[in-house]
Protein backbone atom coordinates (compact mmCIF):
# COMPACT_ATOMS: atom_id res chain seq x y z
CA UNK A 1 0.00 0.00 0.00
CA UNK A 2 1.39 3.42 -0.72
CA UNK A 3 2.03 6.14 1.49
CA UNK A 4 0.14 8.80 1.12
CA UNK A 5 2.68 12.41 0.98
CA UNK A 6 0.69 15.73 1.68
CA UNK A 7 2.05 18.58 -0.85
CA UNK A 8 3.75 20.33 1.89
CA UNK A 9 5.45 17.53 3.34
CA UNK A 10 7.01 17.09 -0.59
CA UNK A 11 7.98 20.42 -1.30
CA UNK A 12 9.82 20.45 1.80
CA UNK A 13 11.87 17.43 1.11
CA UNK A 14 12.53 19.06 -2.58
CA UNK A 15 14.02 21.97 -1.09
CA UNK A 16 16.02 20.00 1.31
CA UNK A 17 17.15 17.92 -1.62
CA UNK A 18 18.13 21.52 -3.37
CA UNK A 19 19.75 23.16 -0.30
CA UNK A 20 22.15 19.62 0.33
CA UNK A 21 23.08 19.37 -3.68
CA UNK A 22 23.67 23.54 -3.05
CA UNK A 23 25.92 22.83 -0.18
CA UNK A 24 28.03 19.84 -1.93
CA UNK A 25 28.38 21.89 -5.02
CA UNK A 26 29.65 24.91 -2.96
CA UNK A 27 32.07 22.48 -0.81
CA UNK A 28 33.68 20.85 -4.03
CA UNK A 29 34.39 24.38 -5.29
CA UNK A 30 35.75 25.67 -1.97
CA UNK A 31 37.90 22.30 -2.31
CA UNK A 32 38.88 23.05 -6.01
CA UNK A 33 40.01 26.20 -5.18
CA UNK A 34 41.95 25.33 -2.22
CA UNK A 35 43.62 22.77 -4.20
CA UNK A 36 44.60 25.04 -6.60
CA UNK A 37 46.04 27.56 -4.51
CA UNK A 38 47.72 25.11 -2.86
CA UNK A 39 49.08 23.80 -6.02
CA UNK A 40 49.94 27.33 -7.37
CA UNK A 41 51.64 27.80 -3.77
CA UNK A 42 54.20 24.60 -4.18
CA UNK A 43 54.68 25.91 -7.67
CA UNK A 44 55.63 29.49 -6.85
CA UNK A 45 57.78 27.25 -4.04
CA UNK A 46 59.42 25.64 -5.95
CA UNK A 47 60.70 28.00 -8.98
CA UNK A 48 61.78 29.85 -6.02
CA UNK A 49 63.96 27.64 -5.05
CA UNK A 50 66.59 25.75 -6.06
CA UNK A 51 65.18 22.21 -6.24
CA UNK A 52 63.93 22.43 -9.58
CA UNK A 53 66.90 23.47 -11.32
CA UNK A 54 69.61 21.15 -9.44
CA UNK A 55 67.15 18.31 -8.65
CA UNK A 56 64.75 17.71 -11.98
CA UNK A 57 66.21 16.74 -14.95
CA UNK A 58 66.84 19.13 -18.09
CA UNK A 59 68.31 17.10 -20.47
CA UNK A 60 69.22 13.05 -21.25
CA UNK A 61 72.06 11.98 -22.86
CA UNK A 62 72.53 8.15 -22.78
CA UNK A 63 70.53 7.80 -20.15
CA UNK A 64 72.60 10.36 -18.20
CA UNK A 65 70.36 12.94 -16.78
CA UNK A 66 71.26 16.33 -16.42
CA UNK A 67 69.58 19.70 -14.51
CA UNK A 68 68.77 22.74 -15.06
CA UNK A 69 71.96 23.96 -13.10
CA UNK A 70 74.27 21.54 -15.66
CA UNK A 71 72.75 22.97 -18.62
CA UNK A 72 73.16 26.61 -17.30
CA UNK A 73 76.65 25.94 -16.85
CA UNK A 74 77.41 24.34 -20.72
CA UNK A 75 75.34 27.23 -22.07
CA UNK A 76 77.02 29.86 -20.25
CA UNK A 77 80.82 28.35 -20.32
CA UNK A 78 80.10 28.59 -24.33
CA UNK A 79 79.06 31.77 -24.35
CA UNK A 80 81.54 32.61 -22.36
CA UNK A 81 84.20 30.99 -24.73
CA UNK A 82 82.45 32.47 -27.92
CA UNK A 83 83.13 35.99 -26.52
CA UNK A 84 86.50 35.64 -25.49
CA UNK A 85 87.27 33.98 -29.15
CA UNK A 86 85.77 37.10 -30.63
CA UNK A 87 87.13 39.80 -28.24
CA UNK A 88 90.98 37.94 -28.81
CA UNK A 89 90.15 38.18 -32.50
CA UNK A 90 88.49 41.66 -32.95
CA UNK A 91 89.79 43.21 -29.91
CA UNK A 92 88.30 46.63 -28.93
CA UNK A 93 87.44 47.02 -32.46
CA UNK A 94 84.74 44.73 -31.46
CA UNK A 95 82.52 47.02 -30.92
CA UNK A 96 82.28 48.35 -34.83
CA UNK A 97 81.24 44.42 -35.78
CA UNK A 98 77.51 44.52 -35.60
CA UNK A 99 76.48 40.60 -35.77
CA UNK A 100 79.38 38.97 -34.22
CA UNK A 101 77.98 38.81 -30.66
CA UNK A 102 74.44 39.68 -29.32
CA UNK A 103 73.81 42.81 -27.24
CA UNK A 104 73.28 41.33 -23.40
CA UNK A 105 70.38 44.53 -23.33
CA UNK A 106 68.10 42.48 -25.07
CA UNK A 107 66.42 39.14 -24.80
CA UNK A 108 68.67 36.37 -26.78
CA UNK A 109 65.66 35.03 -28.30
CA UNK A 110 64.61 38.24 -30.10
CA UNK A 111 67.74 38.47 -31.88
CA UNK A 112 68.58 36.63 -35.07
CA UNK A 113 72.05 34.67 -35.46
CA UNK A 114 73.01 33.95 -39.39
CA UNK A 115 74.95 30.52 -40.01
CA UNK A 116 77.30 29.90 -42.24
CA UNK A 117 75.00 28.41 -44.23
CA UNK A 118 72.94 31.42 -44.29
CA UNK A 119 69.97 29.95 -41.95
CA UNK A 120 69.21 32.43 -39.71
CA UNK A 121 68.46 30.97 -35.97
CA UNK A 122 68.30 33.04 -32.77
CA UNK A 123 71.00 33.24 -30.46
CA UNK A 124 69.66 31.93 -27.58
CA UNK A 125 69.02 28.83 -30.49
CA UNK A 126 72.58 29.40 -31.21
CA UNK A 127 74.47 28.75 -28.37
CA UNK A 128 71.50 26.44 -26.76
CA UNK A 129 72.92 24.12 -29.28
CA UNK A 130 76.46 24.63 -28.77
CA UNK A 131 75.56 23.66 -25.15
CA UNK A 132 73.98 20.77 -26.00
CA UNK A 133 76.91 19.41 -27.91
CA UNK A 134 79.20 20.39 -25.38
CA UNK A 135 77.04 18.35 -22.90
CA UNK A 136 77.10 15.20 -25.41
CA UNK A 137 81.18 15.83 -25.65
CA UNK A 138 81.49 15.89 -22.28
CA UNK A 139 79.32 12.64 -21.22
CA UNK A 140 80.79 10.36 -24.00
CA UNK A 141 84.46 11.40 -22.24
CA UNK A 142 83.59 11.06 -18.92
CA UNK A 143 81.39 7.26 -19.76
CA UNK A 144 84.56 6.35 -22.13
CA UNK A 145 87.04 7.27 -19.20
CA UNK A 146 84.84 5.52 -16.61
CA UNK A 147 84.89 2.56 -18.79
CA UNK A 148 88.63 3.08 -19.47
CA UNK A 149 89.49 3.26 -15.58
CA UNK A 150 90.67 7.24 -15.99
CA UNK A 151 90.72 8.73 -13.06
CA UNK A 152 91.46 12.63 -12.04
CA UNK A 153 95.05 13.19 -10.36
CA UNK A 154 95.98 15.07 -7.45
CA UNK A 155 97.08 17.61 -9.36
CA UNK A 156 93.69 17.96 -11.20
CA UNK A 157 91.77 17.64 -7.93
CA UNK A 158 94.03 20.48 -6.56
CA UNK A 159 93.54 22.46 -9.69
CA UNK A 160 89.48 22.62 -9.23
CA UNK A 161 89.82 23.43 -5.37
CA UNK A 162 92.38 26.73 -6.86
CA UNK A 163 89.22 27.51 -9.39
CA UNK A 164 86.78 27.43 -6.66
CA UNK A 165 88.90 29.23 -3.70
CA UNK A 166 89.96 31.91 -6.74
CA UNK A 167 86.00 32.82 -7.67
CA UNK A 168 85.20 33.04 -4.06
CA UNK A 169 88.17 35.61 -3.81
CA UNK A 170 86.49 37.04 -6.74
CA UNK A 171 83.19 37.17 -5.25
CA UNK A 172 84.20 39.24 -2.28
CA UNK A 173 86.04 41.63 -3.96
CA UNK A 174 83.59 42.06 -6.51
CA UNK A 175 80.88 42.90 -3.78
CA UNK A 176 78.65 39.77 -3.50
CA UNK A 177 79.80 38.32 -0.17
CA UNK A 178 80.12 34.97 -0.69
CA UNK A 179 80.69 32.18 -3.88
CA UNK A 180 76.45 31.01 -3.71
CA UNK A 181 75.76 34.81 -4.56
CA UNK A 182 78.70 34.64 -7.38
CA UNK A 183 77.33 31.54 -8.83
CA UNK A 184 73.77 32.34 -9.02
CA UNK A 185 74.78 35.82 -10.59
CA UNK A 186 76.38 33.82 -13.80
CA UNK A 187 74.89 30.37 -14.01
CA UNK A 188 71.17 31.48 -12.36
CA UNK A 189 68.88 29.95 -9.96
CA UNK A 190 70.08 26.47 -8.90
CA UNK A 191 73.66 26.55 -9.02
CA UNK A 192 75.55 25.33 -6.01
CA UNK A 193 79.28 25.08 -4.96
CA UNK A 194 78.29 21.42 -5.19
CA UNK A 195 77.15 21.35 -8.69
CA UNK A 196 79.73 23.63 -10.02
CA UNK A 197 82.19 21.40 -8.50
CA UNK A 198 80.76 18.26 -10.20
CA UNK A 199 80.35 20.26 -13.58
CA UNK A 200 84.32 21.34 -13.32
CA UNK A 201 85.53 17.54 -12.24
CA UNK A 202 83.38 16.68 -15.51
CA UNK A 203 85.03 18.90 -17.45
CA UNK A 204 87.87 17.75 -15.75
CA UNK A 205 87.81 14.18 -17.02
CA UNK A 206 87.06 15.08 -20.10
CA UNK A 207 89.94 17.37 -20.85
CA UNK A 208 92.30 14.38 -19.31
CA UNK A 209 90.63 11.62 -20.90
CA UNK A 210 90.74 13.34 -24.56
CA UNK A 211 94.51 14.15 -24.21
CA UNK A 212 95.18 10.27 -23.47
CA UNK A 213 93.62 8.99 -26.03
CA UNK A 214 95.05 11.99 -28.27
CA UNK A 215 98.25 10.71 -27.42
CA UNK A 216 97.71 6.88 -27.54
CA UNK A 217 98.19 7.18 -31.48
CA UNK A 218 101.55 6.31 -32.61
CA UNK A 219 103.20 6.22 -35.96
CA UNK A 220 106.24 5.13 -37.64
CA UNK A 221 109.09 7.35 -39.35
CA UNK A 222 107.93 5.90 -42.45
CA UNK A 223 104.45 6.64 -42.12
CA UNK A 224 105.44 10.18 -40.77
CA UNK A 225 107.36 11.07 -44.09
CA UNK A 226 104.13 9.58 -46.48
CA UNK A 227 102.38 12.10 -44.63
CA UNK A 228 104.28 14.54 -45.03
CA UNK A 229 104.83 13.81 -48.74
CA UNK A 230 100.87 13.61 -49.19
CA UNK A 231 100.42 17.34 -48.18
CA UNK A 232 103.74 18.87 -48.85
CA UNK A 233 101.95 21.71 -50.84
CA UNK A 234 100.16 22.35 -47.48
CA UNK A 235 102.73 22.03 -45.00
CA UNK A 236 105.97 23.71 -46.87
CA UNK A 237 106.75 27.09 -46.33
CA UNK A 238 106.75 29.57 -49.37
CA UNK A 239 109.31 32.22 -49.53
CA UNK A 240 108.63 35.30 -52.87
CA UNK A 241 107.84 38.54 -53.45
CA UNK A 242 105.25 40.33 -54.33
CA UNK A 243 103.26 42.97 -55.33
CA UNK A 244 99.73 43.53 -56.05
CA UNK A 245 97.92 45.83 -59.07
CA UNK A 246 94.22 46.44 -57.76
CA UNK A 247 91.84 45.45 -60.67
CA UNK A 248 89.00 47.74 -58.66
CA UNK A 249 87.10 50.46 -60.22
CA UNK A 250 88.46 53.91 -59.43
CA UNK A 251 86.21 56.67 -58.95
CA UNK A 252 87.20 60.70 -59.94
CA UNK A 253 89.52 62.11 -56.44
CA UNK A 254 87.95 65.61 -55.72
CA UNK A 255 90.94 67.39 -54.11
CA UNK A 256 93.38 66.83 -57.29
CA UNK A 257 92.51 68.12 -60.93
CA UNK A 258 93.41 65.20 -62.81
CA UNK A 259 90.27 63.06 -64.13
CA UNK A 260 90.65 59.32 -62.39
CA UNK A 261 88.00 57.35 -63.19
CA UNK A 262 88.39 53.52 -64.27
CA UNK A 263 85.51 51.32 -65.05
CA UNK A 264 86.41 48.02 -63.59
CA UNK A 265 86.86 46.61 -67.04
CA UNK A 266 89.46 49.17 -67.67
CA UNK A 267 91.17 49.58 -64.05
CA UNK A 268 91.44 45.35 -64.73
CA UNK A 269 92.96 45.83 -68.10
CA UNK A 270 95.41 48.86 -66.34
CA UNK A 271 96.54 46.56 -63.53
CA UNK A 272 97.19 43.31 -66.07
CA UNK A 273 99.15 46.19 -68.19
CA UNK A 274 101.17 47.14 -65.02
CA UNK A 275 102.09 43.95 -63.81
CA UNK A 276 103.71 42.32 -67.08
CA UNK A 277 105.51 45.50 -67.80
CA UNK A 278 106.54 44.93 -63.55
CA UNK A 279 107.55 41.36 -64.58
CA UNK A 280 109.31 42.24 -67.63
CA UNK A 281 111.72 44.03 -65.93
CA UNK A 282 112.59 41.75 -63.48
CA UNK A 283 115.45 39.62 -63.97
CA UNK A 284 117.05 39.23 -60.47
CA UNK A 285 116.15 39.91 -56.86
CA UNK A 286 117.05 42.95 -56.73
CA UNK A 287 115.63 44.15 -59.98
CA UNK A 288 112.17 43.42 -58.37
CA UNK A 289 113.00 45.36 -55.24
CA UNK A 290 113.90 48.40 -57.35
CA UNK A 291 110.95 48.38 -59.36
CA UNK A 292 108.36 48.26 -56.65
CA UNK A 293 110.64 51.36 -54.89
CA UNK A 294 110.12 53.10 -58.18
CA UNK A 295 106.30 53.01 -57.90
CA UNK A 296 106.59 54.70 -54.44
CA UNK A 297 109.48 57.58 -54.84
CA UNK A 298 106.81 59.69 -53.27
CA UNK A 299 106.68 57.67 -49.93
CA UNK A 300 109.53 57.90 -48.11
CA UNK A 301 108.60 55.52 -45.43
CA UNK A 302 107.86 52.55 -47.80
CA UNK A 303 110.48 49.98 -47.45
CA UNK A 304 110.21 48.11 -50.70
CA UNK A 305 112.44 45.10 -49.14
CA UNK A 306 110.56 44.30 -46.37
CA UNK A 307 106.96 45.16 -48.21
CA UNK A 308 107.57 42.79 -50.76
CA UNK A 309 109.02 39.75 -49.07
CA UNK A 310 106.42 37.09 -48.13
CA UNK A 311 106.73 33.96 -46.19
CA UNK A 312 103.43 31.78 -46.13
CA UNK A 313 102.96 28.40 -45.17
CA UNK A 314 101.46 26.20 -48.22
CA UNK A 315 97.95 26.09 -46.29
CA UNK A 316 97.76 29.80 -45.90
CA UNK A 317 98.59 30.72 -49.48
CA UNK A 318 95.39 32.39 -51.40
CA UNK A 319 93.70 30.91 -54.10
CA UNK A 320 95.74 33.47 -57.11
CA UNK A 321 98.83 32.18 -56.25
CA UNK A 322 98.85 29.02 -54.75
CA UNK A 323 98.83 27.01 -57.94
CA UNK A 324 102.17 29.22 -59.55
CA UNK A 325 104.35 29.04 -56.21
CA UNK A 326 103.35 25.34 -55.48
CA UNK A 327 103.73 23.94 -59.09
CA UNK A 328 106.66 20.96 -59.09
CA UNK A 329 108.67 22.71 -61.85
CA UNK A 330 109.08 26.00 -59.78
CA UNK A 331 113.09 27.28 -59.33
CA UNK A 332 114.37 30.29 -57.77
CA UNK A 333 114.22 33.08 -59.92
CA UNK A 334 110.91 32.16 -61.50
CA UNK A 335 108.55 35.76 -62.24
CA UNK A 336 105.52 35.62 -63.57
CA UNK A 337 102.70 38.19 -63.30
CA UNK A 338 99.74 36.12 -62.01
CA UNK A 339 95.40 37.34 -62.15
CA UNK A 340 93.36 36.40 -59.75
CA UNK A 341 90.75 34.12 -59.99
CA UNK A 342 87.41 35.12 -61.83
CA UNK A 343 85.13 34.27 -58.78
CA UNK A 344 87.58 36.22 -56.37
CA UNK A 345 85.96 38.74 -54.27
CA UNK A 346 88.33 41.79 -55.80
CA UNK A 347 89.67 41.44 -59.28
CA UNK A 348 93.32 42.25 -60.17
CA UNK A 349 97.39 41.10 -60.73
CA UNK A 350 100.00 40.10 -58.69
CA UNK A 351 104.00 40.29 -59.80
CA UNK A 352 105.31 37.09 -58.12
CA UNK A 353 109.14 36.37 -57.30
CA UNK A 354 109.83 32.91 -56.09
CA UNK A 355 112.78 32.59 -53.55
CA UNK A 356 112.54 29.27 -52.00
CA UNK A 357 110.42 26.86 -50.84
CA UNK A 358 111.55 25.20 -46.98
CA UNK A 359 110.49 21.36 -46.65
CA UNK A 360 110.82 21.70 -42.97
CA UNK A 361 113.41 19.17 -42.15
CA UNK A 362 115.14 21.13 -39.32
CA UNK A 363 115.63 20.35 -35.56
CA UNK A 364 112.88 21.84 -33.66
CA UNK A 365 113.64 23.54 -30.51
CA UNK A 366 112.49 23.76 -26.85
CA UNK A 367 113.38 26.71 -24.20
CA UNK A 368 111.68 29.32 -22.09
CA UNK A 369 111.07 32.75 -22.76
CA UNK A 370 110.28 36.03 -21.14
CA UNK A 371 108.92 39.34 -23.21
CA UNK A 372 109.49 42.32 -21.77
CA UNK A 373 106.99 45.15 -23.88
CA UNK A 374 107.95 48.36 -25.08
CA UNK A 375 107.11 50.90 -22.35
CA UNK A 376 103.47 52.86 -22.70
CA UNK A 377 104.85 55.41 -20.70
CA UNK A 378 107.53 56.78 -23.09
CA UNK A 379 106.03 59.37 -25.56
CA UNK A 380 107.10 59.73 -29.25
CA UNK A 381 106.54 63.43 -28.26
CA UNK A 382 109.31 63.88 -25.69
CA UNK A 383 111.96 63.23 -28.29
CA UNK A 384 113.55 65.59 -31.50
CA UNK A 385 113.75 62.52 -34.20
CA UNK A 386 111.63 58.68 -34.39
CA UNK A 387 115.82 57.19 -34.46
CA UNK A 388 116.07 58.76 -30.54
CA UNK A 389 112.44 58.23 -29.81
CA UNK A 390 113.37 54.41 -30.89
CA UNK A 391 116.23 54.35 -29.15
CA UNK A 392 114.70 55.33 -25.92
CA UNK A 393 112.18 52.33 -25.92
CA UNK A 394 115.13 50.02 -26.96
CA UNK A 395 117.16 50.81 -24.04
CA UNK A 396 114.89 50.77 -21.66
CA UNK A 397 113.33 47.47 -22.33
CA UNK A 398 116.45 46.10 -22.34
CA UNK A 399 117.28 47.48 -18.98
CA UNK A 400 114.23 45.49 -17.64
CA UNK A 401 115.16 42.65 -19.25
CA UNK A 402 118.54 42.83 -18.33
CA UNK A 403 117.68 42.87 -14.90
CA UNK A 404 116.46 39.16 -14.64
CA UNK A 405 118.95 38.07 -17.22
CA UNK A 406 121.70 39.63 -14.95
CA UNK A 407 120.12 37.63 -12.05
CA UNK A 408 120.13 34.36 -13.49
CA UNK A 409 123.69 35.07 -15.11
CA UNK A 410 125.34 35.64 -11.74
CA UNK A 411 123.76 33.24 -10.33
CA UNK A 412 125.06 30.04 -8.84
CA UNK A 413 122.83 27.40 -10.99
CA UNK A 414 122.61 27.70 -14.98
CA UNK A 415 119.66 25.55 -15.14
CA UNK A 416 116.88 25.54 -17.32
CA UNK A 417 114.32 25.22 -14.01
CA UNK A 418 116.60 28.00 -12.44
CA UNK A 419 116.31 30.31 -15.51
CA UNK A 420 112.22 29.49 -15.26
CA UNK A 421 112.13 30.39 -11.22
CA UNK A 422 114.19 33.72 -12.34
CA UNK A 423 111.73 34.79 -15.05
CA UNK A 424 108.49 33.91 -13.11
CA UNK A 425 110.19 36.22 -10.08
CA UNK A 426 109.46 38.84 -12.86
CA UNK A 427 105.94 38.47 -12.45
CA UNK A 428 103.71 41.40 -14.10
CA UNK A 429 106.91 43.01 -15.26
CA UNK A 430 107.15 40.68 -18.12
CA UNK A 431 104.62 41.23 -20.34
CA UNK A 432 104.49 37.48 -21.30
CA UNK A 433 106.11 34.34 -20.80
CA UNK A 434 106.27 30.57 -21.39
CA UNK A 435 108.20 27.35 -22.41
CA UNK A 436 107.87 26.14 -25.43
CA UNK A 437 108.41 22.87 -27.34
CA UNK A 438 108.93 22.53 -31.28
CA UNK A 439 109.47 25.36 -32.24
CA UNK A 440 109.87 26.17 -35.94
CA UNK A 441 111.90 28.99 -37.89
CA UNK A 442 108.26 30.79 -38.34
CA UNK A 443 106.71 29.73 -35.48
CA UNK A 444 108.31 32.54 -33.50
CA UNK A 445 109.61 36.19 -33.64
CA UNK A 446 112.01 36.01 -36.74
CA UNK A 447 115.19 37.31 -34.80
CA UNK A 448 114.21 34.86 -31.72
CA UNK A 449 113.86 32.01 -34.06
CA UNK A 450 116.76 32.71 -36.06
CA UNK A 451 118.89 33.13 -32.90
CA UNK A 452 117.37 29.72 -31.54
CA UNK A 453 117.86 27.43 -34.80
CA UNK A 454 121.35 28.87 -35.15
CA UNK A 455 123.70 25.90 -35.96
CA UNK A 456 126.44 26.70 -33.17
CA UNK A 457 123.34 26.81 -30.13
CA UNK A 458 124.16 24.48 -27.29
CA UNK A 459 121.98 23.67 -24.56
CA UNK A 460 121.84 26.21 -21.86
CA UNK A 461 122.60 29.16 -23.64
CA UNK A 462 120.48 32.36 -22.78
CA UNK A 463 120.00 35.68 -24.70
CA UNK A 464 118.69 38.81 -24.48
CA UNK A 465 117.02 39.39 -28.33
CA UNK A 466 115.64 43.44 -28.84
CA UNK A 467 112.51 43.92 -31.77
CA UNK A 468 110.54 46.64 -32.22
CA UNK A 469 107.46 44.95 -32.12
CA UNK A 470 107.82 43.19 -29.28
CA UNK A 471 110.33 44.50 -26.80
CA UNK A 472 113.15 42.73 -25.02
CA UNK A 473 113.14 39.21 -24.99
CA UNK A 474 114.76 37.11 -22.70
CA UNK A 475 115.04 33.33 -24.18
CA UNK A 476 116.85 29.91 -23.16
CA UNK A 477 117.80 27.73 -25.63
CA UNK A 478 116.79 24.10 -23.98
CA UNK A 479 117.63 22.05 -26.67
CA UNK A 480 116.64 20.02 -30.31
CA UNK A 481 113.38 17.48 -29.95
CA UNK A 482 113.29 16.40 -33.35
CA UNK A 483 112.71 16.65 -36.82
CA UNK A 484 110.24 19.99 -37.42
CA UNK A 485 108.57 17.71 -40.33
CA UNK A 486 107.99 14.61 -38.47
CA UNK A 487 106.33 16.65 -35.81
CA UNK A 488 103.88 18.44 -38.09
CA UNK A 489 103.21 15.12 -39.60
CA UNK A 490 102.50 13.15 -36.55
CA UNK A 491 100.47 16.40 -35.35
CA UNK A 492 98.26 16.28 -37.63
CA UNK A 493 97.68 12.87 -38.42
CA UNK A 494 97.40 12.63 -34.55
CA UNK A 495 94.21 15.23 -34.70
CA UNK A 496 92.51 13.67 -37.34
CA UNK A 497 92.95 10.33 -35.93
CA UNK A 498 91.47 11.62 -32.59
CA UNK A 499 88.85 13.38 -34.22
CA UNK A 500 87.97 10.50 -36.27
CA UNK A 501 87.37 8.41 -32.70
CA UNK A 502 85.33 11.40 -31.48
CA UNK A 503 82.93 11.48 -34.34
CA UNK A 504 82.04 7.61 -33.67
CA UNK A 505 81.87 7.76 -30.11
CA UNK A 506 79.48 10.24 -29.94
CA UNK A 507 77.26 9.09 -32.36
CA UNK A 508 75.79 7.14 -29.28
CA UNK A 509 75.56 10.11 -27.52
CA UNK A 510 72.55 12.34 -28.73
CA UNK A 511 70.81 14.73 -25.93
CA UNK A 512 67.12 14.99 -25.50
CA UNK A 513 65.52 17.90 -23.92
CA UNK A 514 63.41 16.78 -20.81
CA UNK A 515 60.01 19.35 -20.26
CA UNK A 516 61.92 20.51 -17.46
CA UNK A 517 64.17 22.10 -19.84
CA UNK A 518 61.39 24.31 -21.84
CA UNK A 519 59.61 25.03 -18.45
CA UNK A 520 62.95 26.79 -17.67
CA UNK A 521 63.41 28.39 -20.09
CA UNK A 522 59.57 29.85 -19.69
CA UNK A 523 59.96 30.48 -15.77
CA UNK A 524 63.78 31.82 -15.82
CA UNK A 525 64.11 33.80 -19.49
CA UNK A 526 66.99 30.62 -19.81
CA UNK A 527 68.78 32.64 -22.78
CA UNK A 528 68.62 36.06 -22.29
Known amino acids: MSENISPKASRRAQEAAEKQAKDKKYRMIVTTVC???????????????????????????????????????????VYNSYYSQAYSTYGSYLQYFSGILPSTATSFRDQVYSESDGNKVTWADYFEEAALQRMERVAMLVAEAKAAGFALSDEDRAGIDETVEGLSAQAVSYGYGDLQS??????????????????????????????????????????????????????????????????????????????????????????????????????????????????????????????????????????AVKDWLTSADRKAGDVAAVKTPDDA?????????????????????????????????????????????????????????????????????????????????????????SAFEHAGLYSMVEEVAQWLHDSERVEGDVNVIYTEDYGAIVVYYKGNDGVYADYMSENNMRSEDYSNWETEKLESYKAHKQWEMFLSKKISGLGG
Request: net charge negative; proline share 0%; hydrophobic share 35%.
Open 345 to 433: SSQGWYVLYFMGRDNNQYQGVSGYYARFANSTDISRDDYETEEEYKKALKDDAEKRASEYFTTFVNGSSKDYDTFVSVMQAAGENATEQ
Open 182 to 319: YLTYFYGKGMTEKVFRENLERDAIATGYSLQVNDSFTYTPDELSAHYAEHADDYDYFIYRSYYFSGAAVTDNEDTEEDETLSAEDALAKAEADAKAFEAAVKSEQDFIDYAASLHADDEDYDADESTKVTYQGASLGA
Open 35 to 77: CVVVVMVLFVALFGSNLFYNKTAAVDINGSKYTVADFNYNYFT
